[in-house]
């Protein structure tokens, strides 16, 4: 099928509101792509073009080029003309409405109302060459729309790769257009001094999103998380900041681990088979000063087959009181980093399904070159020698093997902190060990705070132990705290068979351990089964905000030094290092539980945080939340 005809044929789009019929009807012209292979062509400027660049008139500059896009023989390389465009910018949301939330509001951030600048958005458009999409919002019945410059084709054809798309004229009878995404580039530079700017408008039946910059994430991945998360508000269910991976050890018993965190704490890699060295034996971490290396065997991997990588959506109707989470993916394909991917070899799996895709993909801040290969360990330099810490793929789900579609239940979750290098003379909240045992009130405080942590790659700035906020998807909500810290507390109420640990990333105290603490504590988990841990196995970890320690922690006949899982007991760290460090942990977490001190909390949520703040033991927190 080909495109939409402009005439006639986009008019038998039922459910239009009336100002976007004026935007279609009064464009320079439209086309309604029907294809991805038609968006893959458009996006490098027609079918037989291997390069094009996406540039606008921007008043005071010019012809301004915002990328560059390359056809290659795996995909499409697309490449940001600015530093500063490679990562989502954390502040870049705010909310045009009057509906309640703690957000910054656009007449709070810039001092004047949203409308004019809409109403001149709705005028740009109409002067445009259009692009226009039709897709679902996750796994509900709610249809979106967007409307885009025509000359934007990848941008189309990431949020089509992520979010799906629909055949406009065999659109089913109630699809109900819930959402639409403008896409309108220039305004960053006219209107935001060259910032990212994504504005959610919440109207009666419509939540609109103006996408002033071309970075996808903000808009086209992280803008329908937050129309989900206002669905969520209203319907009460929630779509959580996770990946979910089914784990089949060599017995064929069945694990499904739940990975939650902020945007670098490891979702993606927890879908990653764990990376091993040359001689195939797994590298636990290496000595930051020294340059000592520690290693184990590890003959076989479990299996994975990944349920999600971001976005799970846990809808009311699919929670059936089994004391589980269940939940579904809310994409159709998912934005996997590759800033870890240094060179061939380090993820055979991933490097062979990017190599020879099915269908061509589509690759961010990649060394791209017409007609080559694209190399994902060969990254865009932000300077010379200095390569972007947040390469992308946007890879759909149905070409990666063995990922699994539709309900699935989980039995634990893992929370995922990027932490530090810690030592006696230079301590930090880089105490963690490979694996703590958290109590649901403490896995629901973590849920909270959710540190962004050391060393962000995916987002613009990280200054210090900062958090990503509730749920660790609070940049892209729109609505209130409470009600979201109200939310996460039913649902772990709810979900009264559920374990909760907590693995870092990075550094444990002195060494420096890449994923592995979550790659080898997802090996551990599927192997021992859902069973509640006995008592007996684990410790009291000396900060009570990390839960229990597992006594000693076995694979495959292969004991972890216990310092691994006790960082006090590193020589570096010792009992000083370690309980200045906890010290930062705390002062962060009583920070930052500050804004939830509200009268609409849980009244037993409130406790859990008052125990945080009077420094309250393992038991007391075991203690308030008890299944």
């Known amino acids: 099928m080909s495109s939409i005809n402009l005439q006639k044929d986009w008019q038998k789009l039922k459910n239009l509101p009336a100002h976007i019929r004026d935007i279609l009807a009064n464009s320079k012209s439209l086309i309604f792509p029907a294809t991805r292979e038609e968006i893959v062509n458009l996006a490098v400027g027609g079918k037989d073009s291997k390069e094009f660049d996406v540039c606008y008139d921007v008043p005071g500059k010019g012809q301004y080029k915002e990328v560059n896009v390359v056809r290659c023989r795996n995909g499409l390389s697309v490449n940001y003309t600015e530093v500063y465009m490679r990562r989502r910018d954390p502040d870049c949301t705010v909310i045009a409405d009057g509906l309640p939330t703690d957000r910054d509001t656009y007449k709070s951030r810039f001092g004047k109302e949203f409308e004019p600048l809409r109403g001149d958005t709705f005028d740009w458009l ?3 060459d259009l692009l226009v999409t039709t897709f679902m919002l996750g796994e509900t019945k709610h249809g979106a729309l967007l409307v885009a410059p025509a000359n934007a084709g990848f941008f189309a054809g990431g949020l089509a790769d992520l979010q799906g798309m629909c055949d406009p004229l065999n659109l089913p009878e109630d699809f109900d257009i819930s ?4 896409l309108a580039p220039p305004y ?9 700017v994504v504005v959610h408008n919440r109207l009666e039946g419509l ?3 103006f996408s002033y910059n071309l970075y996808p994430g903000p808009s086209a991945k992280k803008g329908v998380y937050g129309v989900l998360l206002s669905l969520g508000e209203k319907e009460e269910w929630l779509t959580l900041h996770a990946a979910t991976v089914q784990v089949v050890t060599p017995y064929d018993n069945v694990t ?3 990975h939650e965190g902020a945007s670098g704490g490891g979702k993606s890699e927890m879908l990653e088979y764990a990376h091993r060295e040359t001689d195939g034996r797994l590298l636990l971490g290496k000595h930051v000063k020294t340059g000592e290396k520690r290693v184990i065997s590890m003959n076989q991997n479990c299996e994975l087959r990944p349920v999600t990588d971001d976005m ?3 809808p009311p109707e699919e929670q059936d009181g089994s004391g589980y989470v269940r939940t579904c993916d809310a994409e159709r394909a998912w934005f996997v980093r590759l800033n870890h991917i240094t060179h061939y070899g380090t993820d055979p799996h991933l490097e062979y399904i990017t190599i020879h895709p099915k269908e061509p993909l589509i690759f961010l801040s990649m060394d791209g070159t017409k007609d080559a290969t694209i190399l994902i360990w060969e990254h865009t330099q932000d300077q010379p020698g200095i390569p972007c810490p947040n390469p992308r793929v946007i890879m759909p789900r149905h070409l990666m093997p063995g990922s699994v579609t539709g309900t699935v239940e989980a039995h634990f979750r893992n929370f995922g902190i990027r932490t530090p290098p810690c030592f006696k003379d230079k301590p930090t909240y880089g105490i963690v060990g490979f694996m703590h045992v958290l109590p649901p009130a403490l896995g629901w405080l ?3 705070v959710a540190p962004r942590g050391h060393s962000n790659p995916s987002i613009t700035v990280t200054h210090g132990m900062t958090s990503e906020g509730v749920g660790s998807y609070w940049p892209f909500a729109t609505g209130r705290l409470v009600d979201h810290a109200n939310l996460l507390f039913r649902q772990i109420q709810r979900t009264y068979n559920m374990r909760y640990t907590l693995t870092p990333n990075q550094n444990v105290g002195a060494y420096e351990v890449s994923f592995m603490p979550q790659w080898i504590a997802r090996e551990y988990l599927a192997r021992r089964g859902s069973a509640k841990f006995k008592p007996e196995s684990l410790i009291p970890s000396r900060c009570p905000l990390l839960g229990h320690t597992l ?14 899982l006790r960082v006090d007991e590193q020589p570096d760290v010792g009992v000083d290092g370690y309980d200045a460090g906890a010290k930062v942990l705390h002062n962060f977490f009583k920070v930052e539980l500050e804004k939830f001190k509200h009268p609409e909390l849980d009244p037993i949520g409130k406790a859990i945080i008052d125990c945080c703040y009077d420094g309250g033991s393992v038991t007391d927190y075991e203690n308030l939340l008890k299944f």
């Not at 959402?179 to 403008?182: L, P, Q, R």
């Open 446 to 448: 973590w849920r909270l």
């Open 551 to 564: 006594k000693s922690m076995q694979i495959e006949g292969t004991f972890l030094p216990t310092d691994m």
């Open 256 to 258: 499904t681990i739940m």
């Open 207 to 209: 939540h609109e999103i």
């Open 179 to 182: 959402c639409v995404i403008y």
């Open 312 to 314: 799970a959506m846990c």
């Open 188 to 196: 960053r530079h006219t209107n935001f001094d060259g910032k990212q």
């Open 126 to 128: 109409k002067k445009q």
